[in-house]
């Protein structure tokens, strides 16, 4: 204390420490200001962590993020001096139950800003995490800190193939096998950030490293097994955003604009600390689970609607048959993406039993690629098999509508496209008009010959222009509707509120003379 670093900084006051060194404030001689100073042995592999640090802080400029001013060294240390920023990080406040619902989704939306400038020059932070994020008194923007193991994409990695980096309960699946971390590594970190602040849980922490470490990759129960009092654009863009699979993630953007519309639906007043919310549902095997009533009864459709199709395309199968309408409801309730894969699977083997390969095929190309392609857990996947009914009724036009109450447009897209192949087969096999009328009349049998499903049926189809040409239409209007629909999105599986809550001014942290958050400074986790 009260030593000059680099003939420029009067070291005042120790901030934070962590494995990489300490955070001290300063003050800046010749520009009269405060910094914060952080000072890092120069040891082993620490040197090329300040310069990588450096590198990607240098190429930032950004409200959300600290400002990097200048690098040093000197008597055998390195010194980063960036900007002070007076509060506290997003863990303190949130373990201390200082952060209201909304005031966490206006640092989410802060953070996806703050991440998406970053990714624009090159660089991959590789470690959110509640630590890593400041928030400062005021209406000042939380911004994100340390990027000491930040990835800058056009420069040689200073990380080892197959080393794995940043901090165990928050990295995403691809770090966590040593694989390189993209851009949707950091959306895994953000929403994992996010869904911890809400729900008073990491799902990933474990009593031990090693357990902790066999979690990750394996599917997170849904935010809304624990908040189900949030808006549904939150809790299924974050659920999507914690998929295992990092091209099933949305982007920042589409992160951003869940959390940024359902802003005035969250909660503005303090509420208790997380660990007094609602625990979070067990996943299979970790103490007995509970389901929403919603869940059951979607679990109960998806398996009613397996049966129906088992006792309508053929006799009696074989004895594991009469086992897939269980199966499929338990595994709906476990992950609906898994319930429909099994069911799709299911029935085209039952197909298959039957001897009708010709129909197994069709079935596998209309259900499959949609659900490798919807992100989230799956919860709109048996969406599509309503179009056929609303055919039978005379409605199938109003299907994109319904295709728009998905929360990411990719996701509308896929499920008003799935949509309308599902009513166009529907009239082949029916032989009935639902929309534009059958324009395939393929010969009787195709179902019991793959090859006649694929030349009688499929290629027809394609090449109808009355068949793209509506999907086509189909897809415009689900994306329409969605820009439309957006209220009713955020309505949609919410939790019925009471009473009502004025609006709140952007974020009334704590103020100075508050224990919980005065004088805190910049921590380094």
Known sequence: MGSLVLNRFRIEQRLGSGGFGVVYRAWDSRLERDVAVKVIEVADDAGSRVLREAQAAARLNHRGIVTLYELGEEDGRAYLVSELVDGATLHELSS???????????????????????????????????????????????KLMD????????????????????????????????????????VYGLALTLYECWSGV???????????ARSIGTPVASLGRARSDLPYPVIDAIDAS???????????????????????????????????????????????????????????TAAGLTAAAMISTGPAGPAWSFLLVP????????????????????????????????????LALITIPPAVMIGGPGRGLMVPAAAPALGALGLAPAFPAVAALAGR?????????T??????????????????GASVSPPRGWQ???????????????????????MAIWCVAALIAGVILAPARAWLARHPVTGSHAPAPRRPRAPAAAPAAANRGVTLP
């Not at 699946?173 to 390189?180: D, H, I, L, R």
Request: glycine content about 10%; hydrophobic content about 50%; some cysteine.
């Open 96 to 142: 201390e139950g200082q952060l209201c619902d909304r005031e966490v989704a206006e640092v989410g939306a802060d953070l996806c800003e703050a991440l998406d400038h970053a990714h624009s020059r090159g660089v991959i932070h590789r470690d959110i995490k509640p630590q890593n994020v400041l928030v400062p008194a005021g209406d000042a923007p939380a």
């Open 147 to 186: 990027f000491g193991i930040a990835r800058v994409l056009d420069t040689e990695g200073l990380t080892a193939t197959g080393a794995v980096v940043g901090t165990l309960p928050y990295i995403a699946p691809e770090q966590a096998e040593g694989g390189p971390a993209g851009t949707a590594a950091d």
């Open 202 to 212: 990491n799902p990933h922490l474990r009593a031990t490293p090693t357990a902790t």
């Open 242 to 300: 914690l998929e295992p699979q990092p091209e099933l993630r949305p982007t920042l953007e589409e992160l951003g604009m869940a959390i940024e519309s359902s802003l005035e639906e969250l909660e503005a007043e303090r509420t208790l600390p997380p660990p007094h919310r609602a625990a979070v549902i067990p996943a299979f095997g970790e103490g007995t689970a509970r389901f929403e009533l919603a869940e059951v009864g979607s679990a109960a």
């Open 327 to 362: 199966l499929v409801a338990a595994a709906w309730l476990l992950r609906p993406r898994t319930g429909f894969l099994l069911a799709a699977l299911g029935l085209a083997a039952w197909l298959l039993a039957a001897t009708r390969p010709g129909a197994a095929l069709l």
């Open 409 to 417: 447009w990719r996701d509308r897209v896929v499920i008003a496209a």
């Open 419 to 436: 949509g309308f192949a599902w009513v166009s087969l529907a009239e082949v096999v029916l032989h009935r008009d639902l929309l534009l």
């Open 448 to 470: 019991d010959s793959a090859g006649a499903a694929l030349t009688d049926v499929l290629w027809p189809l394609l090449s109808a222009p009355a068949f793209l040409g509506g």
